[in-house]
């Protein structure tokens, strides 16, 4: 399986690219903004798969790691989310995620997210299926109500013990009473510097293992398990979208050109053009709460 197997030797790890990648064609104009015509596409597919990235849940208020948010206090975002940020500085790291969870959870689905999960809903009564494949994770997807989700980053509200490798959901907030009203961002505050032991522990019985985001950290590679089920989807999917992202985070950057690759319509939803526009065959630009829903609405040919 060619995702699997660029998965296995580098594409599997969770990377940032900058850089737009050539591709088979030249120019992404040859995208078609058609809607009428993609409505056709998406009254005949049965099998739809949905890839989503940080632009998503950016029109719920949910902060990228990019633009204005690149920074946490003086330090860069991708830079706190790896392995090393974590084994060094726990507590400067929780402190960031903390703000991270505090403001994920504070917030509420979209109209695109909305958009998705009645898709969903609607479909699977026609025997149609519909799975999201998802960069994001704030979870806001389920919170819409989609059931089929695939979060191959993890999630925010799920910790993982670095001694036993329990992995529990967990929404208190704060985590922990030494987190409270930590996290700024302000430039101008200084570190907790919060002892490891008053960090979030493991509440399993003779445990107490230092807990951490049960998130991929850049530099980490994704679940295998997981890019098997994600492998799956896009190779028998029949019509697939790619909502909201850059398209500059590897795996997940290549999800929609391997499916064009097939020869299957892939539909590209975003503010701007990305460098892997110029594979996919539909281009709709603008906010994703505003041209998705109406990309998904009921078509006129679907029996109610």
């Given at each position: 399986?060619l ?33 009428s015509e ?51 500085y ?17 917030k ?67 985590i ?61 999917c ?11 985070v590897?795996p ?53």
């Amino acid at each position: 399986m060619l995702l699997q197997r660029r998965a296995i030797m580098s594409v599997g790890l969770r990377l940032f690219s900058s850089h737009a990648t050539s591709g088979p064609l030249a120019d992404s104009a040859c995208s078609s903004s058609d809607m009428s015509e993609f409505r056709k596409v998406f009254s005949k597919a049965q099998h739809i798969a949905i890839i989503t990235g940080a632009g998503v849940s950016a029109e719920s208020g949910v902060p990228t790691f990019r633009g204005e948010h690149e920074k946490w206090r003086k330090w860069q975002s991708q830079d706190l989310a790896s392995p090393e940020a974590f084994s060094r500085y726990p507590s400067r790291v929780w402190e960031f995620y903390h703000h991270r969870r505090e403001v994920a959870l504070s917030k509420k689905p979209n109209a695109a997210h909305l958009a998705i999960a009645e898709c969903e809903a609607r479909l699977k009564k026609q025997g149609r299926e519909v799975v999201v494949i998802t960069q994001c994770i704030d979870d806001l997807h389920q919170q819409a109500g989609s059931k089929h989700v695939l979060r191959i980053h993890g999630s925010l509200t799920e910790t993982r013990c670095l001694s036993c490798g329990d992995v529990d959901v967990n929404r208190r907030s704060p985590i922990c009473a030494a987190l409270k009203n930590k996290g700024s961002p302000d430039p101008n505050v200084a570190d907790a510097n919060i002892p490891v032991d008053k960090l979030p522990r493991c509440s399993e019985s003779d445990c107490n293992g230092l807990l951490r985001p049960n998130v991929v950290f850049f530099g980490e590679t994704l679940d295998s398990h997981l890019l098997t089920k994600v492998e799956k989807e896009l190779e028998i999917c029949d019509l697939c979208l790619v909502v909201g992202t850059s398209s500059i985070v590897y795996p997940a950057a290549m999800f929609g050109p391997q499916v064009a690759s097939r020869g299957v319509p892939v539909a590209e939803f975003n503010l701007r053009a990305t460098p892997k526009s110029e594979y996919f065959t539909y281009h709709f630009q603008g906010p994703c709460g505003t041209t998705l829903p109406a990309a998904l609405a009921p078509h006129n040919s679907e029996v109610v």
